[in-house]
């Protein structure tokens, strides 16, 4: 007899306790998808294309972003097509049906339910059985089983796991309302990103109409997928044509102003980059970005210095995304360094030209994905000019378009 190994001879003593089942990778049973539509196309591009049956959407954003105006809108909509069931732990059912009547949003079918004891929603839920449940918001439920104040992470964590498992279990889907919380992110939405299978963020300034909806985490489809709208009095509508509305500006040519197409989840947007550079006074000159990454315009910049011979030690530097749109992807190194040369110079750069193009660090212009889509973008919007990386030119080029490629960050520079 063959002695037993010292590696099996460890694992025997775990063989006891083996009472559940593996099952080989190909065997498992793939089951479809069920989506439907929420009738706002905006929501249903974030979703990866409409709303999973059973699944659950986290909704985070600042208080008053537009949350609640969002999901009430749909969810009157959707409850003419399937039973919906609005839960209002924070607003009065007055209030929401005085939003709903001011909207002109149909009212007959919505089922309205202000509870904020997650074991009696369960209970309700469980009698009239929704297809869509929204709880507005998680923040303001609590539970039986703990003891600890509503609001607390503790709190906020168990009622949520009660409520995705009553998703996962009846096929029920649900939206949470989050607030994001501003003294820390405690007991804020982040707490719930890993429980549930949608996260979807608002973005926009509170001095700015357009609100932006981002998909962070999406099991069921693409993240960095963006929905746009636009709060009005009369609710917030959808953008179609996003790159319209960034793109307002003034057709005079200003000194410092580049337009890029930035790609947005499956689509592509033109918004502006503005930067303004001016003699510091300070030891250690301003670097301020909104819409950016602050640090990438620190190495934007010493590249510029390294490979194109351009200080900006002595100077303050300012860049801005026009429209409280957030960029996060490389494709706009050469735009933004652009707009600083052209403000440096003061030197308008023509209105009819667009930039897009990551600047790697020893000064190459790198492709970007999607290149022709941007470019097919800018021209549907009647741009005439783009400078672009050599890889991202592509052969047949652009109708109505005159293309530059570029390799190096001097070859750019060389073009104004
Ligand atoms: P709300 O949806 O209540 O925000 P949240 O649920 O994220 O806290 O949004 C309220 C804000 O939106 C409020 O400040 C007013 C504004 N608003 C409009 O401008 N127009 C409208 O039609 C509605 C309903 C709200
Ligand atoms: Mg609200």
């Known amino acids: 007899m063959r002695a037993a190994s010292p590696r099996s001879a460890q694992l025997s003593g775990y063989a006891g306790i083996a009472n559940t089942q593996v099952t080989p990778l190909h065997e498992v049973q793939l089951e479809n998808i069920h989506r439907f539509s929420s009738n706002t196309a905006e929501l249903d591009r974030v979703l990866g294309g409409g709303i999973v049956l059973g699944s659950v959407v986290l909704i985070g954003g600042d208080p008053g972003i537009g949350k609640s105006t969002l999901l009430l809108q749909a969810m009157c909509q959707l409850s003419l097509s399937h039973k919906a069931l609005y839960v209002t732990g924070e607003e009065s059912m007055q209030q929401v049906a005085l939003r709903a009547h001011r909207l002109g949003l149909p009212q007959q079918q919505l089922q309205l339910l202000p509870e904020t004891n997650v074991e009696r929603i369960l209970a309700v839920a469980a009698q009239i059985k929704p297809q869509v449940m929204v709880i507005d918001s998680i923040q303001t439920m609590n539970t039986d089983l703990l003891q600890s104040a509503p609001g607390g992470v503790g709190q906020v964590r168990e009622c949520a796991a009660q409520l995705v498992r009553f998703a996962k279990n009846t096929g029920t889907t649900v939206f949470l309302v989050g607030h994001v919380t501003k003294e820390g992110m405690l007991a804020g939405p982040r707490v719930l990103e890993h429980m549930v299978d949608t996260v979807l963020y608002f973005e926009g300034e509170a001095d700015n109409r357009i609100r932006l909806i981002r998909a962070i985490k999406n099991r069921f489809g693409a993240v960095n997928e963006l929905g746009v709208f636009a709060m009005t009095e009369k609710g917030l509508k959808e953008v179609n044509n996003p790159s319209a509305i960034f793109l307002s500006r003034s057709s005079e040519p200003a000194s410092g102003s580049v337009v890029m197409?930035?790609?947005?989840?499956?689509?592509?947007?033109?918004?502006?980059?503005?930067?303004?550079?001016?003699?510091?006074?300070?030891?250690?000159?301003?670097?301020?970005?909104?819409?950016?990454?602050?640090?990438?315009?620190?190495?934007?910049?010493a590249v510029?210095?390294?490979?194109?011979?351009?200080?900006?030690?002595?100077?303050?530097?300012?860049?801005?995304?026009?429209?409280?749109?957030?960029?996060?992807?490389?494709?706009?190194?050469?735009?933004v360094l652009l707009a600083i040369l052209s403000s440096l110079r003061n030197r308008p750069l023509p209105n009819d030209l667009i930039v897009f193009g990551?600047?790697?660090?020893?000064?190459?212009?790198?492709?970007?994905?999607?290149?022709?889509?941007?470019?097919?973008?800018?021209?549907?919007?009647?741009?005439?000019?783009?400078?672009?990386?050599?890889?991202?030119?592509?052969?047949?080029?652009i109708d109505n378009m005159d293309i530059i490629s570029v390799r190096q960050l001097a070859e750019a520079l060389g073009q104004l």
């Open 261 to 301: 197409v930035t790609w947005e989840g499956s689509r592509p947007m033109l918004v502006e980059v503005q930067a303004l550079v001016d003699t510091t006074h300070l030891a250690n000159p301003r670097r301020v970005t909104v819409g950016l990454d602050s640090n990438r315009l620190a190495m934007l910049l």
């Open 304 to 335: 510029l210095h390294r490979h194109g011979g351009i200080a900006t030690y002595d100077q303050d530097v300012f860049v801005n995304v026009v429209g409280g749109v957030r960029v996060a992807e490389t494709g706009a190194d050469l735009a």
């Open 358 to 397: 990551e600047v790697g660090l020893s000064g190459e212009i790198r492709p970007v994905p999607s290149g022709q889509e941007r470019l097919r973008e800018a021209a549907k919007h009647g741009f005439k000019r783009a400078i672009v990386p050599k890889a991202n030119a592509p052969k047949g080029g």
